[in-house]
């Protein structure tokens, strides 16, 4: 299976708050000065200081934007004007105007097939890393996933357990409304968090046991009207109808609903693992995050987990400073590099690092991996970034009552077949 094969060297999406700052580096010594782009900072921080520690007299002038739709927008931007960084975090695979495939094809990327750690890639982690032709265009820093994160104490003091199979998920929902929290907080004023769920549902009712759904969705084969999707978005509007969510989930951002798990008044969220980082800065001292596959059948044993690369970073096409950009990309395919930014981020690296230790968040991960029971995000295949535009803000109106589940999915299927 294609997804359990990504992550062989196996020893996360969205690290998001709300502003955009800039280091005030004056520069370097020596003149050499890398600029450099990342949406979420404490990652990418703890990774330049590194770099400027193994490279003295090396400076590294950074931008960090916390929303990922205006990272987005803005790299595009800056990239079509010649204004963009040398280097730049980006999403693996296409489907997105900032993805691998996207951006290589439209001539923005620097080919980096022939840096020392490109041929030690899987073949899977070259999929999402290279462009149409297979050069490679980008370095996997980490593995990310979408389950159930949870709050450990307020699931205990609700005594609640955990669902695990979807006629529990809607039990589970209404006992813990009837106990006056938030089962699972929902933030859907950030766009990209509305995909979240129906990706985790169908992991189980699509790609896992489904595999070869997206290429003959390629083939013109299969549709979204007309597959499990219509099941998975049916299922995200009956947790809405039985109290899965929030009041309101179009007005609350991403922030807000991480509070509302960091602080208890939500027993959790379907999100990506790494969104847990997120949620303890709101919590009280002592409090522990959990994570665990989201089902969306009647056996539990049928539940798969979206699994796959997170964050990869590229090379600015027109970098100023192409070959100090090539040893920070050096960097990030190390060990230490690996280590540091799966540590840092709350997810496991994509390359191989033997010093990384998995802590409990990462054990579900890696055991869904083991299993056979790991799926790839869906967007990852789509042809273009229109597919996934249409899902995220189709989903607001869905949740608004304006359109209809056959609405949505004929909006996508639309959308896939349109060439960018």
């Given at each position: 299976?294609?997804?359990a094969?990504?992550?062989?060297?196996?020893?996360?999406?969205?690290?998001?708050?709300?502003?955009?700052?800039?280091?005030?580096?004056?520069?370097?010594?020596t003149?050499?000065?890398?600029?450099?782009?990342?949406?979420?900072?404490?990652?990418?921080?703890?990774?330049?200081?590194?770099?400027?520690?193994?490279?003295?007299?090396?400076?590294?002038k950074?931008?960090?934007?916390?929303?990922?739709?205006?990272?987005?927008?803005?790299?595009?931007?800056?990239?079509?004007?010649?204004?963009?960084?040398?280097?730049?975090?980006?999403?693996?695979?296409?489907?997105?105007?900032?993805?691998?495939?996207?951006?290589?094809?439209?001539?923005?990327?620097?080919?980096?097939?022939?840096?020392?750690?490109?041929?030690?890639?899987?073949?899977?982690?070259?999929?999402v890393?290279?462009?149409?032709a297979?050069?490679?265009?980008?370095?996997?820093?980490t593995?990310?996933?979408?389950?159930?994160?949870?709050?450990?104490?307020?699931?205990?003091?609700s005594?609640?357990?955990?669902?695990?199979?979807?006629?529990?998920?809607?039990?589970?929902?209404?006992?813990?409304?009837?106990?006056?929290?938030?089962?699972f907080a929902?933030?859907?004023?950030?766009?990209?968090?509305?995909?979240?769920?129906p990706?985790?549902?169908?992991?189980?009712?699509?790609?896992g046991?489904?595999?070869?759904?997206?290429?003959?969705?390629?083939?013109?084969?299969?549709?979204?009207?007309?597959?499990?999707?219509?099941?998975?978005?049916?299922?995200?509007?009956?947790?809405?109808?039985?109290?899965?969510?929030?009041?309101?989930p179009?007005?609350?951002?991403?922030?807000?609903?991480?509070?509302?798990?960091?602080?208890?008044?939500?027993?959790?969220?379907?999100?990506?693992?790494?969104?847990?980082?997120?949620?303890?800065?709101?919590?009280?001292?002592?409090?522990?995050f959990?994570?665990?596959?989201?089902?969306a059948?009647?056996?539990?044993?049928?539940?798969?987990?979206?699994?796959?690369v997170?964050?990869?970073?590229?090379?600015?096409?027109?970098?100023?400073?192409?070959?100090?950009?090539?040893?920070?990309?050096?960097?990030?395919?190390?060990?230490?590099?690996?280590?540091?930014?799966?540590t840092?981020?709350?997810?496991?690296?994509?390359?191989?690092?033997?010093?990384?230790?998995?802590?409990?968040?990462?054990k579900?991960?890696?055991?869904?991996?083991?299993?056979?029971?790991?799926?790839?995000?869906?967007?990852?295949?789509?042809?273009?970034a229109?597919?996934?535009?249409?899902?995220?803000?189709?989903?607001q109106?869905?949740?608004?009552?304006?359109?209809?589940?056959?609405?949505?999915?004929?909006?996508?299927?639309?959308?896939?077949?349109?060439?960018?």
């Amino acid at each position: 299976m294609r997804s359990a094969r990504i992550f062989t060297s196996v020893c996360f999406f969205a690290l998001v708050a709300t502003a955009c700052s800039t280091s005030q580096d004056a520069g370097s010594p020596t003149g050499e000065v890398l600029t450099l782009a990342a949406a979420g900072q404490g990652p990418a921080e703890a990774a330049v200081k590194a770099f400027e520690k193994a490279n003295p007299g090396v400076k590294v002038k950074t931008t960090y934007a916390q929303d990922d739709a205006t990272y987005q927008q803005q790299l595009r931007t800056q990239l079509s004007s010649g204004t963009a960084p040398d280097v730049f975090r980006m999403w693996p695979g296409g489907g997105s105007t900032m993805a691998v495939k996207d951006l290589a094809k439209d001539g923005m990327l620097m080919d980096l097939s022939g840096e020392s750690w490109a041929p030690g890639m899987s073949a899977d982690l070259k999929a999402v890393t290279s462009d149409s032709a297979g050069k490679v265009m980008a370095v996997p820093v980490t593995i990310g996933a979408i389950g159930a994160i949870w709050n450990d104490q307020a699931l205990a003091k609700s005594g609640l357990s955990k669902p695990t199979t979807w006629p529990e998920v809607l039990t589970f929902c209404k006992a813990a409304k009837a106990k006056n929290v938030v089962p699972f907080a929902l933030g859907l004023k950030s766009a990209w968090v509305t995909q979240l769920v129906p990706y985790a549902l169908t992991a189980s009712l699509i790609y896992g046991p489904d595999p070869d759904f997206a290429k003959r969705q390629q083939d013109g084969q299969v549709t979204f009207a007309k597959s499990p999707w219509k099941e998975a978005e049916n299922k995200y509007l009956q947790m809405k109808d039985s109290g899965c969510f929030n009041d309101s989930p179009n007005g609350v951002g991403y922030d807000e609903q991480m509070q509302m798990v960091g602080q208890g008044k939500a027993l959790g969220a379907v999100h990506v693992l790494s969104a847990v980082e997120s949620a303890a800065t709101f919590a009280p001292k002592g409090t522990t995050f959990s994570m665990s596959l989201f089902p969306a059948t009647d056996k539990a044993d049928q539940t798969y987990m979206p699994v796959s690369v997170g964050i990869v970073y590229g090379i600015n096409a027109k970098a100023k400073h192409p070959e100090l950009a090539k040893k920070f990309m050096e960097f990030l395919a190390s060990p230490e590099g690996q280590n540091l930014y799966a540590t840092k981020s709350g997810s496991s690296p994509a390359l191989s690092s033997p010093a990384f230790k998995p802590d409990a968040l990462q054990k579900p991960v890696l055991q869904a991996i083991k299993d056979g029971k790991a799926t790839l995000y869906p967007d990852q295949d789509w042809p273009n970034a229109k597919v996934q535009l249409e899902h995220t803000t189709s989903i607001q109106e869905l949740f608004n009552g304006s359109i209809d589940v056959a609405t949505l999915l004929g909006r996508m299927d639309k959308a896939y077949g349109e060439a960018k």
